[in-house]
Every structure is written in structure tokens, then in C-alpha cells.
């Protein structure tokens, strides 16, 4: 890479963002396509996690902005899957948190983003009040504050309630845990 070129290098990528946020290199995936493998959610996605990360990899405006308008990124449930599979220890999720909060600054996030916000809300008031998660309460919630029900929208309590029981007890146990990812996602309102 010549320094004289005008194709000098962007600082301010969502690669480096990423980087700064998390610590996460994203030199590290060597595309292999275990995560988007593994993804239980991957199928629905516009971009598969593997693909948002070859995107930020190329460090340029119109390819990050690429992966920050995908509807994709909003299904990503944080389950790690991806992560525990990838052989370079790349946290997909953290890396999602990132591209997601960044669309919401910029203003370019999916519309399904409003509506998936929407249950994530409600999963965690669910959790909060509960200390469990019941799914009728979970559905009239998230109803109520999206004001209506989207059929593809449902893909999402979907996974949680029928693919990711086995995540459900770990989740509720991690309650913070679970908040402080919801809360980088919803910014301070949540
Ligand atoms: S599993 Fe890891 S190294 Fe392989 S594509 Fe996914 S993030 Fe990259
Ligand atoms: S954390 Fe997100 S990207 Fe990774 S496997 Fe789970 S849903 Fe897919």
C-alpha cells in the first residue's frame, strides 16, 4: 500500500470502532465459514455473521455501511454458537453489538431493527419482573410496545422460545449479563 495514494487508510472503520470498543481484530477470521455454519439463525440473514466480518475486513465506507443497513444483524440472538466454534476465538457477538449500535447512531438500521428492539425489550422486562421467562407475558409485552405483530418478525421469540431453551437458563442465571448486552444495543433508554 503506497502512502501516497488518496486511498489512504479510513480511521474511522467499523473495523477500527470495532477494535476500540472490544479489543477484536477482525485480521483474526480467516473466513472459514464455522460461525455462519453454527448460526442457528444464520439461514434468515441477508449477511451471514462470516460475511458482516469479510465486510468490515475490507476497512471501506460503502461496505461497512453494507453491513450496517443488513436486517441480518438484528436476528443475531448473542448466543455465542458462532463464537465458541470459531478456531480463532472471534466474538461474532460483541462484533454485532458494535455494527448494530453504530447503525442506530448513523440512522441506517434496518427498519425490522424497531421491531426486533421491540421484543428484546420486552424479553428483558419479561426476565426483569420474572426472574423467568413466560412466553404468553413475553408476546402480549412485546405486542404492546411494537403496537403489532409482524409474522417475520416472530422468527425471533421464535428461536428463543423453540431452537434456544437450552440458552434460556443461562441467560435468566446471567441476568446483568444479559442486560449489559441488551443495554449496548438499546443505548441508554433500556
Ligand atoms: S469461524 Fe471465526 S475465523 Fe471462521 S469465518 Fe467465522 S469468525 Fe472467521
Ligand atoms: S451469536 Fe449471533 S451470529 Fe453468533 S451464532 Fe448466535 S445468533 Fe449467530
Redesign the pocket.
Same mark, same amino acid.
Given at each position: 500500500m503506497s502512502s501516497a495514494s488518496h486511498h489512504a487508510p479510513h480511521a474511522d472503520t467499523l473495523a477500527a470502532r470495532v477494535k476500540a470498543a472490544t479489543g477484536i481484530s477482525l485480521a483474526? =477470521?480467516? +473466513?472459514?465459514?464455522?460461525?455462519?455454519a453454527g448460526c442457528p439463525v444464520s439461514e434468515e440473514m441477508d449477511l451471514t455473521?462470516?460475511q458482516v466480518?469479510r465486510l468490515l475486513q475490507y476497512g471501506q465506507d460503502k461496505y461497512d455501511e453494507r453491513a450496517m443497513r443488513s436486517a441480518g444483524i438484528w436476528l443475531c440472538l448473542s448466543c455465542e454458537t458462532?463464537s465458541t466454534? =470459531?478456531? +480463532?476465538e472471534?466474538e461474532?457477538p460483541k462484533i454485532m453489538d458494535v455494527v448494530r449500535a453504530e447503525a442506530l447512531k448513523r440512522g441506517i438500521a434496518h427498519p425490522k431493527s424497531k421491531d426486533i428492539l421491540a421484543f428484546h425489550r420486552a424479553f428483558l422486562d419479561s426476565v426483569e419482573q420474572t426472574g423467568r421467562l413466560y412466553e404468553i407475558g413475553l408476546v402480549a409485552n412485546y405486542k404492546l410496545r411494537s403496537g403489532h405483530f409482524l409474522k417475520d418478525v416472530m422468527l425471533a421469540p421464535k428461536m428463543y422460545v423453540r431452537g434456544k431453551l437450552g440458552l434460556l437458563p443461562h441467560m435468566i442465571k446471567g441476568t446483568a449479563a444479559v442486560k449489559r448486552i441488551f443495554k449496548r444495543t438499546l443505548g441508554s433508554k433500556g
Amino acid at each position: 500500500m503506497s502512502s501516497a495514494s488518496h486511498h489512504a487508510p479510513h480511521a474511522d472503520t467499523l473495523a477500527a470502532r470495532v477494535k476500540a470498543a472490544t479489543g477484536i481484530s477482525l485480521a483474526q =477470521c480467516y +473466513q472459514c465459514g464455522k460461525c455462519a455454519a453454527g448460526c442457528p439463525v444464520s439461514e434468515e440473514m441477508d449477511l451471514t455473521p462470516c460475511q458482516v466480518l469479510r465486510l468490515l475486513q475490507y476497512g471501506q465506507d460503502k461496505y461497512d455501511e453494507r453491513a450496517m443497513r443488513s436486517a441480518g444483524i438484528w436476528l443475531c440472538l448473542s448466543c455465542e454458537t458462532c463464537s465458541t466454534r =470459531c478456531p +480463532q476465538e472471534v466474538e461474532i457477538p460483541k462484533i454485532m453489538d458494535v455494527v448494530r449500535a453504530e447503525a442506530l447512531k448513523r440512522g441506517i438500521a434496518h427498519p425490522k431493527s424497531k421491531d426486533i428492539l421491540a421484543f428484546h425489550r420486552a424479553f428483558l422486562d419479561s426476565v426483569e419482573q420474572t426472574g423467568r421467562l413466560y412466553e404468553i407475558g413475553l408476546v402480549a409485552n412485546y405486542k404492546l410496545r411494537s403496537g403489532h405483530f409482524l409474522k417475520d418478525v416472530m422468527l425471533a421469540p421464535k428461536m428463543y422460545v423453540r431452537g434456544k431453551l437450552g440458552l434460556l437458563p443461562h441467560m435468566i442465571k446471567g441476568t446483568a449479563a444479559v442486560k449489559r448486552i441488551f443495554k449496548r444495543t438499546l443505548g441508554s433508554k433500556g
